[in-house]
């Protein structure tokens, strides 16, 4: 059985960080698109990040450029994100996403693009 199990939300001021995970199992993240989607209250889900596969590329929505960085520990079959320099619209409910497998060349900031989805992490972000 697949799953993917977020972790490290939660409430913290602006300025400030977290750092989310997301542990994989029944698959492992070899030659597959990763990612990070976030979907606020009222609004529709979005892209926030993704490394692909093939040399380890990584590339953010421009929102978080610059505050946000996506790291891969292949061993652990764990995927993180370190979130600095949070803003209010920061908040949201972050969710780990999973391509197919086979998918490791692509560069997949489409949520159509990713098969497997975790159960989100929310993250809140006080002024």
């Known amino acids: 059985q697949v799953q993917l199990v977020e972790s490290g939300g939660g409430l913290v001021q602006a300025g400030g960080s977290l750092r989310l995970s997301c542990a994989a199992s029944?698959?492992?993240?070899?030659?597959?698109?990763m990612g990070w989607f976030r979907q606020a209250l009222g609004k529709e889900r979005e892209f926030v990040a993704t490394i692909r596969w093939i040399g380890g590329s990584t590339y953010y929505a421009d929102s978080v450029k610059g505050r946000f960085t996506l790291s891969r520990d292949n061993a652990k079959n764990t995927l993180y994100l370190q979130m600095n320099s949070l803003k209010p619209e920061d908040t949201a409910v972050y969710y780990c996403a999973a391509s197919r497998g086979g998918a490791g060349g692509v560069i997949a900031t489409s949520a159509a693009q990713y098969t497997y989805w975790g159960q989100g992490t929310q993250v809140t972000v006080s002024s």
């Open positions: 029944g698959l492992s993240l070899l030659n597959r698109a």
